[in-house]
């Protein structure tokens, strides 16, 4: 076993970098042929309905994505639900102060644990509206020729409005990304020391007093 360098602490573990994967590529697949249903400039790509069949196969994987981060890490799917449901007193102070981390100024925020309120907001909207996009999705897929007309009308306003929730997160998640240098962390499951005693005080505390 390879030992942790001592500027690096472990971020991700492979079955969380591997979930990240599956549910981004999906994700992706999702959007791109949705847009190519739904956006007249774009139809030429469905010719043939392809973008249909790859869109159901996109909603196939994305739906994997709870069970498939249940069967290879579990302890890290609760962690996840938990601390994206769970807020302290210094979660609410980073909130008052995200305008300043917005613009890539994270020396001074409140000290934060392994997700920072920000990332917290991120994964429960993600959470929440997965879970609409699903079931709308589902009942599209399955009900169209039982659904009275305006059944379905407001079914797929449900599902385009959680989609482009879901792509504003997207968005978001890109940003800051970029913003903070935080690409290597998933591709490698390392980050630096010193960011995390930055931005996840709490965290990093956390991890050294059980070291």
């Known amino acids: ?8 602490i472990l971020r ?12 981004a590529i999906s994700f992706l697949l999702l959007l791109l042929t949705g847009l190519a ?20 196969l996109g909603a196939i994987g994305f739906m994997l994505v ?10 890290g799917a609760k962690e996840l639900i938990i601390e994206s449901f769970t807020y302290d007193r210094d979660d609410w102070a980073w909130m008052k102060r995200s305008r300043q981390y917005f613009f890539g100024r994270a020396a001074g925020m409140p000290p934060q644990g392994r997700l920072n309120a920000g990332q917290k907001i991120h994964h429960a909207g993600v959470i929440i509206m997965s879970f609409f996009v699903v079931a709308s999705g589902l009942v599209m897929w399955f009900g169209r020729d039982v659904l009275t007309q305006n059944t379905l009308a407001a079914t797929v306003i449900i599902h385009d409005i959680s989609m482009f929730v879901l792509t504003v997160l997207l968005v978001g998640h890109l940003y800051f990304t970029y913003v903070y240098k935080a690409l290597s962390g998933m591709t490698t499951g390392y980050i ?20």
């Not at 076993?1 to 690096?8: E, F, G």
């Not at 249903?37 to 159901?56: E, K, M, N, Q, V």
């Not at 069970?67 to 290879?72: C, R």
């Open 12 to 23: 991700y573990r492979p079955g969380q970098r591997m979930v990240h994967a599956v549910l």
């Open 192 to 211: 630096d020391r010193t960011a995390a005693e930055l931005e996840h005080a709490k965290w990093v505390k956390e991890i050294d007093s059980h070291s």
């Open 37 to 56: 249903i739904l956006w007249r400039p774009l139809t030429i790509f469905d010719a043939g309905s392809i973008s249909r069949y790859l869109h159901r």
């Open 66 to 75: 709870p069970l498939l981060y249940l069967v290879i890490d579990w302890r």
């Open 1 to 8: 076993m390879n030992k942790q360098p001592d500027d690096k």
